[in-house]
C-alpha cells in the first residue's frame, strides 16, 4: 500500500505554495495604494482632531473683554472669574460646547449736534452766525429749532459730547460686573447708543434747567459738566447697562439768532465792567501794599472790627482792639496772632519819621534842661553875673542874626507882631542849611 496523506496537511502545503507565489502587478499596485490612502486617511484624521482640540485656544485685545459660555451658561462664579481680562492665551473647549463672547471695551463718543441746536438752511450752513444774526434772522421755530431753556427762563442751544464705554476702568471694582451686565441686557452697539443718547438728553435738560444762560453761554464750569455726567450716569445705572460715563463736553453755545446783537453788546459792556473791575482791584492792591506793605490785609480787617465795635459802643471791644494796632505800629508787625508779618510802606515810614522826631525833641528838652539846670546852680552862687550874661547872649542872639529894620512915619502907630512870617523863616532855615551842607563839603574836600 502506498503512504498516506493528511488531506488536510497536502492542502496545507498547497496554500504555502500559493502565496510564496509573485503577486500580479496590478494587485501589488492596488496593495501599495490602499496603504497610502490609509496612511494619509489617518494623518488627516489626527489633523482635524488637533485643529478642533487647539480652536479652543484664544488671546484677548487690549480693550477688549471675553466670557465663556458652556451649554449656554457663562462660566466662573464670581464676576471676577466670569470676564476674561486682555492677555491669554485662554483654553474654551470647542464648538459647540463652549461659546466665546467678546466685548469691544474703548471709548465711545456720542455726538449729540443737533439734539438741543437751531436748525440752519442747506443755502445759509456756509455763513458764520454773526453773520446770519446781521441778516436778520427768523424768530425760533419751536417745532423746528431744538434748544434748552436755562433755569432764569432764557433759551439757549449747544452741542455736546459724550464720552463712554462698556464696564468702566479695568480696575475699577465694578468693571467685571458691568461687562456682563451689556452682554445679558444690551449686546449690541446700535441699541447701545440710543440707550445713551436718551439718557444724555435727560441728564442735560435737567441740569441746564437750574442754570443761568450766563452760565451756559460763558462755558460750563468743570463742576456743572459733573453733574450732568452724574445724572446720566444715575440713569445708565438704572438700566442695568453696563455702560459708564467718562467725560461730558459742551460747545458751541449760542442764543437765538434773532437777540444774538443785543446779546452780544451786553456781554461787552459785561467783559469791559470786569476788566476796569479787575483793574481797580489792581490799583487798590497797589496802593495798599504802598502804604502799608504785605500787612495791609491784617490791618485792615482790625481796623474794619474796630469801627464795628465803635458804632454798637461795645467800649471794651474796641479798646482791645485799639491796644492791639497800638502793639503793631510799635513794633511794626502784626504779631503772631496774624501771621507775624512785617508793617511796612507809608505807615512804617510815618512811625519812624515820628521816632525820629520824638528822639530829637527830646533831646532838645534834655539839652535845654541840662542848660537851665547848670544856669541855676551858677545863678544861685553869683546871680547879678549871670543875668547880664544871659541879658547880653540873648540881645546877641536876637541883634545878632537877621534883623529887618522898619522905618515908621513919626506920630503914628505902629502894631508888632510877635510871630515871624512863616514863610521867611522857612526861607531863613532853608539858607542856613545849604550854608551848613557847604561847610561840611570844605571840611571833607582833601
Known sequence: MGESRNPFEHHHHHHDDDLAQPMDPAQESLSDALKVSFFLLKLVMLVLVAWYLLSGLF????????????????????????????GGPYFSAPFPIDQIIKVRTSPRTLKLEQDFFLQIPETERGKSLDELAQRGAQPLNAARDSYLVTGDANIVHARWDVEYNVGGRADDPGYAGNVIQWIANLGDEAIEQEIVRAAARQGIVRVTATLTADALINGLSPANLARIKSVIQDTLNELECGLVVTKVTSYD????????????????????????????QKQRAEILNSVAGPAHQQLWRIIQKYQVAFEASDDAAAQHLQEQLDEMFEHLNTGESYGSIDIEGEVAGIINEARTYRTRISQELEA?????????????????????????????????????????PAGSNVVIQANPDPRQTKAWEKEDLEAEDVKKKEAAAP
Request: aromatic share 8%.
Open 253 to 280: 453755545p449760542l442764543v437765538p439768532l434773532s437777540i444774538r446783537r443785543a446779546f452780544n453788546e451786553v456781554s461787552d459792556a459785561e467783559t469791559k465792567r470786569g476788566r476796569e473791575v479787575e483793574k481797580a
Open 59 to 86: 488671546n484677548v485685545q487690549e480693550q477688549e473683554a471675553a466670557v465663556r459660555l458652556r451649554f449656554g451658561n457663562i462660566v466662573g462664579e464670581a464676576a471676577d472669574t466670569q470676564v476674561l481680562r486682555p
Open 368 to 408: 535845654e534842661a541840662d542848660t537851665f539846670d547848670s544856669l541855676l546852680k551858677q545863678y544861685e552862687l553869683t546871680p547879678r553875673l549871670v543875668a547880664t550874661r544871659e541879658w547880653e547872649r540873648v540881645k546877641q542872639s536876637v541883634l545878632g542874626g537877621r534883623v529887618r529894620i522898619f522905618y515908621t
